[in-house]
């Protein structure tokens, strides 16, 4: 009898523990870029997420230059808090809910530099950990050399909790471990300038430009003290 007895209290305390771990995280991150020849980003972002007890004051945070930023296709809120915009979810989180799932678009300027290095933030800092995470990136040309990344807990180590894989013009990977909260996600990589011909053709007509307005001013200039 005193077995038994024993027996049920371990399984309800079992039990009892077992309720009284959190379960709030995200279940699944997804991660889909285009980037442009003029260097530009555009981003779309689709996150499930569960949590014992909603909150829906959350902010999901994006780069500080982020523009034209939508949530669920629609146009939403944002402020700045450091380095980061945190966009308002309050609209598609519920709190008598225990998962939720929702979509964000954004445009960032400036990802690749005029050497063709790519700086690109896949992950700004939530609030909550990550199960799962995938991502794809994609350019307007061939890919010929191999990413790096880094997050704000492991620095370039979070590598070993990473695959990835570099095919024609896009890059595709996965994290293979939880992500803390908080947690960054970086990735770098250098390509071709010639991909980005849009943006260096105008900076050349530009120069271009300005040296025939210089000219311009100095037959001007020449003009008026000869003739005048």
Sequence with gaps: MRKALLFCVSIFLLFSLTLGVSADQIDHSGFYATVLEDGSCQVSMTITLS????????RFPIPANASDVQLNGFGVGTYYSGTVQQVNL??????????ATFTLSYRVAGVVDGTGKLTLPLLSGFQ???????FTVSFPGAVNNQPSFTSAYYQSNIESSMHWTVTGSTVTGRTTALLNDYETLEMSLKLDSSLFSHRQTAFIDSVVDDRLMHLCLLLALAYWIIFM
Aim: charged residues 25%; aromatic residues 4%.
């Design 51 to 58: 949590m014992d007890r909603m909150d829906t004051s959350m």
């Design 128 to 134: 909550l950990p990550i199960s799962s995470f995938d």
């Design 90 to 99: 309050s609209n598609v989180l519920n709190a008598e809910d225990t998962t």
